[in-house]
C-alpha cells in the first residue's frame, strides 16, 4: 500500500487541540451530583461550628463553654488553648524581605483577636444544626484593644494592630532600574521632564474586594486510619498536605489530602486555613471524623480578601509623549495576618507596572502594612491587576494631558512586535507578542472612530447621557513559576509541575496531573492533549488530579499555571510514553526503531503497511509475554517539567461607556477584546474564561467592594450589600484572539484564566472619566458607584476647550490627589482622609 | 445557615391561624413566602418557637373584582399579580413595580401581603399601593376585621398597622382604568432593592396631566406619597419643561437614609430626576 500525502491526511483523525469541546466535568459539577467535599458523609463524623470574634482587636479575657458543653449533641467545645500545642499555624510562604514583620497566626486564637470573624472556639455536635444552636451559647469575654483599620492610618504607626510587634509596617520591598542594571535613574527623569517634559502625578486606590467562589469553603478529616485523610475545598492539596505536616508535627507521609470536585476558587482557596487546621486539631483530639461547611456570611468574613493597595504612580514623559520614566509606590494592606503569599502578591506588581511600555527608568517600592481586618492574599490576577491598572490608568491620563488619541500615544511607546523577545527595564524578558495585530483588530471589532465620532456629537450638544471609551493594552506574566526565579524571591517552593501517564491493558489512559482544577476544564483540555499526543480518542482519557495519594507530586492550581506549567509536564510524559513504546513496537514488528515513526496513534514500519496501535503495546507489556531482551514491562512514564520563564499574554481591551450624568448611572454599551494567548487548546473553555474574567474585572470597576464601619466590623457582609453582579448585569462581550504561539513550553501556550480580569478594570474605568473628563473629571474612586460619578461631575470643572488646561497638579505629601467629589459614602472609614 | 429551631404549623383558614397567633403570642411568628422571613431565621436575627405558615389558608389567595375596587389576596403571590390581566389593567402601576421585584424565583415565593406587613422601606410594593390609595383589611381575634387606609398602614421602618395576634387578609385597590404607569427603579445591580424608587399613574387628557398619583420608595422609613407634587401636576402639559417644574420639590421633607449605595443628598437627588422620569413615561411622553 502506497501512501500519499493527499491520503495521510483524509485519514488522519480530526485533531483534538483547537476543538470547542464541551466539557466532560460539567453534568456532575453543574448538577451538584458530585463529591463536593460537602456532600461527604462518614461513619460516626461529627460537625463543628465556630465561635468567632464580633471584635476587630480584643483581649479574650475569659470563654465560658459550660452552657455550649451541656447543649443537646454537643461532644465539646474547644478553645484555643485547650488545642494550643498542636494546632500548628497558618504559615506565610513567602516573606518577601529577610527583615519582613510576621505576625504569628494561630488556627484558634488563644489570647488576642486581631479582626472581626477570627476563631476563638470550636463547637463540636452530632449535627451541624446542634453545633450551630451551641455555639449561640459559648460565652466569651473580651477587653477591646484600639484596632487599626485604614491603611495610611497603619502606615503612621499611631495605633498598632498587632502591640507586640512595635510597627504596623511589615516589610518594604524595591526594585530600581538604576541599581539593577536594567535602566536609568527615575528620578532624574521626573527632573527632567518637570523641566522640559510632562509629569502625570496620580494616586488611585485599588479598594479591597472579596473573592466570593460559588462553593463555600469546606473540610472533612478522618483521623482514624493510620494516614489521616483531610478532603478540602481547596486549591492547593499539595501545598496543605506540606503545611500540616511541617507545622502540626505530624509526618508528612502519614497525611493525604484530597481536593475533590472544588467549586471557583479565583484565588481564595489559595490558602491554608484556619478552618482547616482546626478541624484537623478537633478530629485528632477526639479520634473521630470531623466536618466544617462555612456558611455564606462567614466566607464572606473570614475567606482571605484580595487587592487594597493606594497606589501613588509618578509618570515622566517628552512632551512628543516618548515616556520616560515611571515610579510607583505602593502602600498594600495585608490585614490582620500576613498570608500564605500575602506579601508577595503586591510585590508581582514590580515586573507588571512598566507593562508593555519601554520605560527607560522605573523604580517600584512597596510597603506592606498589617491592620486590624481580614487578611488579604491572591485574587484572580493576584498583583498583577493592580499594576495593570495604575499603568493603564496612567496611560489614558498622559494622553489626555497631552490631548492625544489614548491608542496613538500606547502605541508610540509599546513594545513593537520584531523586538520580541524583548528585555524590560524590570528584568523580564518577554517571549512574544504583537500589540499591533491585537490592537488593530480590536479597533476594527470595536468601531472605534464610529464610537469617537459619536462621542464627539454628544459632547457637543450637551447630551445628558455621555459617551467615554476605555482603553487597556495589557499583558502580563503567567505560569507561575520558573523555580529559579521564585528562589530569588525567597518564595517558599518551586514552580515546577508533575505527570504521569498510565497506560491501561484495556488501551484507555490515565492522566495523573499535579494540578488542582476547580472549575477550570482541565480534564477537557488535558483529555484534548493526550488525545493528540498518543493518538486515542478523547474518551478514553482519564484525568486525574488533587488526591495526594494518587497525584503524589504537584504544586497546584493559581497564576493561570496549569496549562502552561501542567500541560507541558503531561505533553512531556506521553512523549516519553512513546519513547518507550517503541522499543517494544520495534520487537513486535520485528523492525529497527529507526524504520518506525509514529503517528494517529499507531507504530507504523515506513514504506510498509504493517504497524501496532499504542493500545495493542499497552496489552503486550500487560501481558509480558513478549518483551525485548532486559525490558520492564511497562511503557507507563512521568514528567517534571520547570519553565524557564513565565509566558506574558497580552490583548487589547476596548470599552465604551455611558454614563447618565443626571444620577450618575453608567451603562456599558459595548466591550471588546482580542486577547493573545499563544495556542488555544479549548476555544469553548477560553471563551469560558475570558467571560468571566471580564465580569470579575469589571465587577471590580463598578460594583464590588469590601467595607468596614469605624469599628472594624464588615459592613459588606452578606451579597445584600456586597453587590456582586449577575448575567443580567453585564452585556454580551465580543471576543476574538490574535496568536504569538509562546516560546516557553511546547504547546504555544500563554495563560488565560486571570486575563479578563487584568484587563477589564482600566478599560471600564478609563471609559467612564473618558466620559466625563470634559465636565472636569479625571478620576474617580473605585467602585465607579452612580452616587461618586455625580459627585465627581458635581464637583468637576468643566474644561471649555480640549488642550486648554490647568498645569498637572503635583503631589502634597501626605494627602491624596483625588477629586473631592470622589470619596467614598459617608458611612464607611474607606478614604477618611478626605 | 442554620435557622434556631421552631415548631411548624399549618392552618387551613383564617380563624384558626389567629387562634393559633393568640395562643402563642409574640412567640409565634407568620410565614408567607418566606422570602423576608427565612433569611432572617437563618441569620439568626430572629428566633421563633413556632412558625405558622399561610400557604394552605385558600381564602388568602387570587385576585377578584368588586365593582370598581380590585381585592387582592395577601397570600397572592408576585407572579400571580403579575399574571393577572385585571391587575395589569385596573392597577397598571402594581405590575410596573412588582417587575422590577428581585428575580424570577423570589417572584414565585414572595407574596403582596408579605411584603406589605414587612415594610421594607426599600421594597418595591408599598409606594404604588401607596399611590394607588389601596387599603389594607386586617383580620383579629374574634373573627374581627377592620380596613386601614394606605395613610395610616405604614408606621415606621418594618412597622404597619397590623398588630399582634392580627393578620393582613386582603388589600383593596381602587381601580385606575386607563391610567399609564411607570416605576422607576434605581439599582446598581439587577437583583437589588430599590436605592430610590418612584411609582407614578397619570391619567391624561388631551396631551396634559389630568390627575396623577406618586408614591416614593426608600425616600424614609416608610414608603410616601408626594401629594404636593399630585397637585402640581394636574393641569400640566406632559412635557420635560413643566414635569420638571413640577416636581422639582419632591424630596422635600424627606429623610431618605444614607448607606453604602448613596447618601441622604444623593437620594434626593436622585428623587428628583427619578420622579420627573416616571411621570413622563407614565403620561407616554
Ligand atoms: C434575594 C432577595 C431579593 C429581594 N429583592 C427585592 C426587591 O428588589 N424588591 C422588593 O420589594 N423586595 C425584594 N425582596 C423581598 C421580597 O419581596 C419578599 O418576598 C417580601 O419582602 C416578603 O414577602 P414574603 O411573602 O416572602 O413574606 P415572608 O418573608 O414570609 O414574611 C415577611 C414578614 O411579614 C409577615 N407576614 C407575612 N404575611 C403576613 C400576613 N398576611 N399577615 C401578617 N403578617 C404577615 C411575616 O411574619 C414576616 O414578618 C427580596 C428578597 C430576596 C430574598
Not at chain 1, 527632573?191 to 473573592?211: N, S
Request: proline fraction near 5%; glycine fraction near 10%.
Amino acid at each position: 500500500m502506497t501512501i500519499t500525502d493527499d491520503r495521510t491526511d483524509t485519514t488522519a483523525p480530526e485533531l483534538e487541540i483547537g476543538k470547542a469541546r464541551r466539557r466532560k466535568e460539567d453534568q456532575r459539577l453543574i448538577t451538584g451530583r458530585t463529591r463536593w467535599t460537602d456532600n461527604i458523609q462518614l461513619p460516626g463524623m461529627l460537625h463543628l461550628a465556630m465561635v468567632r470574634s464580633p471584635f476587630a482587636h480584643a483581649t479574650i479575657t475569659a470563654i465560658n463553654t459550660a452552657e455550649a458543653k451541656a447543649a443537646p449533641g454537643v461532644i465539646d467545645v474547644v478553645t484555643g488553648e485547650d488545642i494550643k500545642d498542636v494546632q500548628g499555624v497558618n504559615a506565610n510562604a513567602w516573606p518577601i524581605t529577610a527583615d519582613q514583620v510576621t505576625p504569628t497566626h494561630l488556627p484558634v486564637a488563644v489570647e488576642r483577636v486581631a479582626c472581626a470573624g477570627e476563631i476563638v472556639a470550636v463547637v463540636v455536635a452530632r449535627s451541624a444544626a446542634a453545633a450551630r444552636d451551641a455555639a449561640e451559647l459559648v460565652d466569651v469575654d473580651y477587653d477591646e484593644l484600639p484596632a487599626v483599620l485604614d491603611l495610611k492610618e497603619a502606615a503612621a504607626d499611631t495605633v498598632l494592630a498587632h502591640p507586640d510587634l512595635g510597627t504596623n509596617k511589615s516589610a518594604f520591598w524595591k526594585l530600581d532600574s538604576a541599581e539593577a542594571g536594567t535602566g536609568g535613574d527615575v528620578d532624574a527623569a521626573i527632573a527632567k521632564a518637570r523641566e522640559d517634559g510632562v509629569v502625570i502625578e496620580r494616586e488611585f486606590r485599588q479598594q479591597r474586594l472579596i473573592p466570593a467562589f460559588m462553593e463555600p469553603r469546606s473540610v472533612v478529616v478522618d483521623p482514624t486510619g493510620e494516614q489521616m485523610v483531610v478532603w478540602s475545598a481547596t486549591q492547593i492539596p499539595h501545598i496543605l498536605r506540606f503545611l500540616i505536616a511541617a507545622t502540626m508535627g505530624i509526618p508528612e507521609s502519614k497525611v493525604r489530602v484530597i481536593a475533590p470536585d472544588v467549586g471557583g476558587g479565583f484565588g481564595g482557596k489559595l490558602q491554608t486555613t484556619p478552618e482547616e487546621f482546626a478541624t484537623i486539631a478537633v478530629a485528632r483530639r477526639l479520634g473521630k471524623p470531623c466536618k466544617y461547611t462555612e456558611t455564606r456570611s462567614e466566607s464572606l468574613l473570614s475567606g482571605h480578601h484580595g487587592r487594597d493597595q493606594w497606589q501613588k504612580l509618578t509618570l515622566s514623559a517628552e512632551k512628543d509623549g516618548t515616556v520616560t520614566g515611571l515610579k510607583v509606590e505602593l502602600l498594600a494592606d495585608m490585614g490582620a495576618y500576613i498570608a500564605i503569599v500575602g506579601g508577595g502578591v503586591p510585590v508581582l506588581g514590580a515586573w507588571m507596572f512598566n507593562s508593555i511600555y519601554k520605560f527607560p527608568a522605573y523604580q517600584f517600592n512597596c510597603q506592606t502594612v498589617l491592620t486590624n481586618k481580614t487578611w488579604v492574599d491572591a485574587y484572580r490576577g493576584a498583583g498583577r491587576p493592580e499594576a495593570t491598572f495604575g499603568i493603564e490608568r496612567m496611560m489614558d491620563e498622559l494622553a489626555a494631558e497631552l490631548g492625544r488619541d489614548p491608542l496613538e500615544v500606547r502605541e508610540q511607546n509599546w513594545i513593537r512586535h520584531e523586538e520580541f523577545p524583548f528585555t524590560t527595564v524590570a528584568g523580564m524578558t518577554y517571549d512574544s507578542g504583537n500589540y499591533e495585530a491585537a490592537t488593530a483588530k480590536a479597533k476594527e471589532l470595536f468601531g472605534y472612530d464610529e464610537l469617537r465620532a459619536e462621542q464627539k456629537r454628544r459632547r457637543e450638544s450637551n447630551d445628558p447621557v455621555q459617551l467615554g471609551i476605555g482603553v487597556s493594552t495589557f499583558t502580563e506574566m503567567c505560569g507561575l513559576a520558573p523555580s529559579r526565579i521564585l528562589g530569588q524571591l525567597n518564595y517558599g517552593a518551586g514552580g515546577w509541575e508533575h505527570a504521569s501517564i498510565r497506560m491501561l491493558a484495556t488501551g484507555k489512559v490515565e492522566v495523573v496531573t499535579g494540578v488542582s482544577p476547580h472549575g477550570q476544564g482541565h480534564e477537557t483540555a488535558w483529555s484534548q492533549i493526550v488525545a493528540d499526543r498518543l493518538g486515542v480518542p478523547f474518551e478514553d482519557v482519564e484525568v486525574l488530579h488533587g488526591d495526594t495519594q494518587t497525584s503524589p507530586r504537584g504544586l497546584d492550581t493559581y497564576g493561570s499555571r496549569s496549562l502552561v506549567v501542567g500541560a507541558e509536564a503531561v505533553v512531556r510524559a506521553a512523549d516519553r510514553v512513546i519513547d518507550k513504546a517503541k522499543v517494544f513496537a520495534a520487537h513486535l514488528l520485528e523492525a529497527s526503531e529507526d524504520d518506525l515513526e509514529f503517528k494517529a496513534g499507531r507504530f507504523g514500519v515506513k514504506g510498509t503497511d504493517k504497524g501496532i496501535g499504542i493500545a495493542e503495546i499497552a496489552l503486550a507489556t500487560f501481558a509480558a509475554h513478549n518483551l525485548p531482551d532486559g525490558a520492564e514491562p511497562s511503557i507507563d512514564a512521568d514528567a517534571t517539567f520547570d519553565p524557564d520563564n513565565f509566558s506574558f499574554p497580552h490583548g487589547t481591551h476596548l470599552c465604551a461607556m455611558e454614563v447618565d450624568t443626571e444620577t450618575g448611572a453608567t451603562t456599558m454599551r459595548k466591550y471588546v477584546c482580542v486577547d493573545d494567548i499563544g495556542t488555544i487548546i479549548n476555544p469553548l473553555i477560553v471563551e469560558g474564561q475570558v467571560h468571566g474574567g471580564l465580569v470579575q474585572g469589571i465587577a471590580q470597576a463598578l460594583w464590588e467592594g469590601a467595607e468596614y464601619d469605624e469599628q472594624g466590623t464588615l459592613v459588606t457582609g452578606s451579597f445584600v450589600d456586597y453587590t456582586l453582579p449577575t448575567a443580567a448585569d453585564t452585556i454580551s462581550f465580543v471576543t476574538d484572539h490574535t496568536t504569538s504561539p509562546s516560546t516557553t513550553n511546547t504547546l504555544g501556550t500563554k495563560g488565560v484564566g486571570e486575563a479578563g480580569t487584568i484587563a477589564s478594570t482600566p478599560a471600564v474605568v478609563n471609559a467612564i472619566v473618558d466620559a466625563v473628563r470634559p465636565l472636569g473629571v479625571d478620576d474617580i474612586v473605585m467602585p465607579c458607584t452612580p452616587e461618586r460619578v455625580w459627585k465627581a461631575i458635581q464637583a468637576g470643572h468643566p474644561v471649555s476647550h480640549e488642550g486648554e488646561r490647568d498645569a498637572a497638579p503635583h503631589f502634597d505629601e501626605a494627602t491624596p490627589n483625588q477629586d473631592p467629589g470622589a470619596g467614598s459614602p459617608s458611612t464607611t472609614t474607606e478614604g477618611s482622609d478626605q | 445557615m442554620i435557622p434556631a429551631q421552631f415548631d411548624y404549623i399549618a392552618p387551613s383558614s383564617v380563624e384558626e391561624a389567629i387562634r393559633a397567633l393568640a395562643e402563642h403570642g409574640d412567640d409565634a411568628k407568620v410565614l408567607a413566602g418566606g422570602q423576608s422571613l427565612l433569611p432572617i431565621l437563618r441569620m439568626r436575627l430572629n428566633a421563633p418557637g413556632v412558625v405558622i405558615d399561610l400557604g394552605r389558608i385558600g381564602e388568602l389567595q387570587g385576585i377578584t373584582e368588586e365593582g370598581d375596587t380590585l381585592v387582592i389576596g395577601a397570600m397572592t403571590t408576585y407572579a400571580a399579580v403579575l399574571a393577572s390581566e385585571a391587575v395589569g389593567t385596573h392597577a397598571a402601576l402594581l405590575s410596573k413595580a412588582i417587575q422590577t421585584v428581585a428575580d424570577p424565583q423570589i417572584r414565585h415565593r414572595g407574596t403582596i401581603g408579605g411584603a406589605l406587613v414587612h415594610a421594607d422601606p426599600a421594597g418595591d410594593v408599598g409606594a404604588p399601593a401607596l399611590a394607588l390609595g389601596a387599603e389594607f383589611v386586617i383580620a383579629g381575634p374574634g373573627g374581627s376585621s377592620r380596613t386601614v387606609a394606605g395613610d395610616d398602614f405604614f408606621e415606621d421602618l418594618f412597622t404597619t398597622a397590623v398588630g399582634e395576634g392580627e393578620l393582613l387578609t386582603h388589600i383593596r385597590v381602587p381601580k385606575h382604568t386607563g391610567w399609564g404607569a411607570h416605576y422607576e427603579k434605581f439599582v446598581r445591580v439587577s437583583h437589588q432593592w430599590s436605592i430610590v424608587g418612584i411609582a407614578a399613574t397619570v391619567r391624561s387628557e388631551g396631551g396634559s396631566i389630568a390627575e396623577a398619583r406618586v408614591g416614593l420608595t426608600n425616600m424614609g422609613s416608610t414608603p410616601l406619597r408626594a401629594k404636593a407634587v399630585e397637585e402640581a401636576l394636574v393641569g400640566k402639559p406632559a412635557t420635560d419643561e413643566a414635569v420638571r417644574a413640577a416636581v422639582a420639590s419632591v424630596a422635600e421633607g424627606t429623610n431618605p437614609p444614607s448607606d453604602l449605595n448613596g447618601d441622604s443628598d444623593y437620594r434626593k437627588h436622585l428623587a428628583t430626576v427619578l420622579t420627573r422620569r416616571a411621570v413622563l413615561a407614565a403620561a407616554g411622553a
